[in-house]
Nanobody, 127 residues
Framework: VQLQASGGGLVQAGGSLRLSCAAS????????MAWFRQAPGKERDGVAA????????SYANSVKGRFTISRDNAKNTVYLQMNSLKPEDTAVYYC?????????????????????WGQGTLVTVSS
């Protein structure tokens, strides 16, 4: 049972990146998924979440209109498309799965809702 995140890197402000998170070892299509991030010296915060079916999403105010979360249940993968990146988006990004529940209704992503975490991928946005 694991999540493997990839796609981080160094990008200039205004640029784009797409993060991917491949899931294995559990029934992906019935679980809500989310992305979190942790900037240096700060707590981990929710960025975006998507429900099991992919038809409901939730975003932090700081990324609304710039980031898009999506999923491909056939590939057991969740994505985070990040556009118009800002230096303040610099952080380690983590994908997470709510493997306690099947077909749960979606709410704003908080740590307590998710119990399987990927290893994190670093995104650095230069000014």
């Amino acid at each position: 049972v694991q999540l493997q995140a990839s796609g981080g890197g160094l990008v200039q402000a205004g640029g784009s990146l797409r993060l991917s998170c491949a899931a294995s070892g559990f029934t992906f299509s019935s679980r809500n998924m989310a992305w979190f991030r942790q900037a240096p010296g700060k707590e981990r915060d929710g960025v975006a979440a998507i429900n099991w079916g992919g038809d409901s999403t939730s975003y932090a105010n700081s990324v609304k209109g710039r980031f898009t979360i999506s999923r491909d249940n056939a590939k057991n993968t969740v994505y985070l498309q990040m556009n118009s990146l800002k230096p303040e988006d610099t952080a380690v990004y983590y994908c997470a799965a709510d493997i306690k529940s099947h077909y749960r209704g979606l709410s704003y992503p908080s740590d307590s809702q998710y119990d399987l975490w990927g290893q994190g991928t670093l995104v650095t946005v230069s000014s």
